[in-house]
């Protein structure tokens, strides 16, 4: 039997915590996950007056829970990487940083009511265990799609901007102070609100004109809605990616590697140790 080393027993927490290729992979994800969804469940009873004036301390008892398995799982995850302050700066780094600190601050300044949004952060570590299970190929042409449509799309929205600052000058020489478009900004404002099909009603025209300028505004916002979609889904069907899985990358931690890789396709270190 060869000994434990400290490489060894770091590429085991590694292989736990960050993949879900093997089974204790995916029970410590299915844990994390039901963590999570507890936690948020927790936050969202907290914030009904009369569930926390019953149930307090047992909310406060789950809290501090979930808070010491986040912790723990937090130093794993340095612990488990070669480059431990990449991963703390990373995106995930900072969500699981904060999915620890609301107990503790808590604990030191009582009263802060932002820990209520800190705590709902934890949801994005959802996207993590999905990233490592069976979504990871779909998960990952999504992304692929969006940066790809990014220029195609900011483009698009630049395009809405211009129409509705238009529309909305217009509308303003059209309706004016009498119907409630008493600026360019707030007439803006209206067609946003109509293009979108939103209409909270706070705005309306008046006028025969401005009525039928609104009704074309409207028409117009069906088909304005499809375009992103139509462009990312293009986008997406054309790829054609090679299957991945949840292998991550104990050096600098990307994800997404194909099944056949042996080096990390980022940094080129050894998968696997």
Same mark, same amino acid.
């Given at each position: 039997m060869r000994p434990i080393t400290s490489d060894r027993l770091r590429q085991k927490f590694h292989q736990v915590i960050y993949e879900a290729?093997? *089974?204790?992979?995916?029970?410590?994800? %299915?844990?994390?996950?039901?963590?999570? =969804?507890?936690?948020?469940?927790?936050?969202?009873? /907290?914030?009904? =007056?009369?569930? &926390? &004036?019953?149930?307090?301390?047992?909310?406060?008892?789950? /809290?501090? #829970?979930?808070?010491?398995?986040?912790? @723990?799982?937090?130093?794993?995850?340095?612990?488990?990487?070669? &480059?431990? %302050?990449?991963?703390? %700066?990373?995106?995930?780094?900072?969500?699981?940083?904060l999915a620890t600190l609301p107990s503790y601050i808590d604990l030191?300044? *009582?009263?802060?009511?932002?820990?209520?949004?800190?705590?709902? #952060?934890?949801? @994005?570590?959802?996207?993590?265990?999905?990233?490592?299970?069976?979504?990871?190929?779909?998960?990952?042409n999504l992304l692929e799609a969006l940066k790809k449509s990014r220029n195609k799309i900011a483009v698009f929205l630049f395009t809405v901007i211009v129409i509705c600052i238009i529309l909305g000058t217009i509308m303003y020489m059209v309706e004016g102070a009498s119907s409630g478009f008493t600026s360019i900004p707030v007439s803006v404002y209206w067609t946003i609100v109509t293009l979108t099909t939103v209409g909270f009603g706070d705005i309306t025209p008046q006028t025969p004109l401005g009525q039928f300028i609104s009704v074309i505004i409207m028409i117009l916002g069906y088909g304005i809605i499809a375009v992103p979609t139509g462009l990312v889904t293009a986008q997406f069907m054309s790829q054609n990616r090679e299957d991945s899985n949840t292998q991550s990358c104990p050096n600098c931690s990307v994800y997404g590697h194909r099944d056949d890789a042996d080096f990390c396709y980022h940094c080129g270190s050894k998968l696997n140790f």
């Open positions: 290729d093997t *089974p204790a992979g995916k029970l410590f994800d %299915l844990v994390l996950l039901l963590l999570i =969804v507890v936690s948020i469940v927790a936050v969202m009873l /907290e914030s009904v =007056v009369e569930i &926390q &004036q019953k149930y307090g301390a047992e909310l406060a008892v789950i /809290e501090w #829970v979930i808070t010491g398995f986040f912790t @723990l799982e937090y130093i794993g995850r340095i612990l488990s990487v070669r &480059q431990p %302050l990449k991963y703390a %700066l990373s995106f995930y780094g900072i969500i699981d940083l030191l300044f *009582p009263g802060f009511h932002f820990l209520l949004a800190l705590r709902a #952060v934890r949801l @994005l570590r959802i996207f993590r265990i999905l990233k490592l299970m069976h979504f990871v190929g779909a998960g990952n």
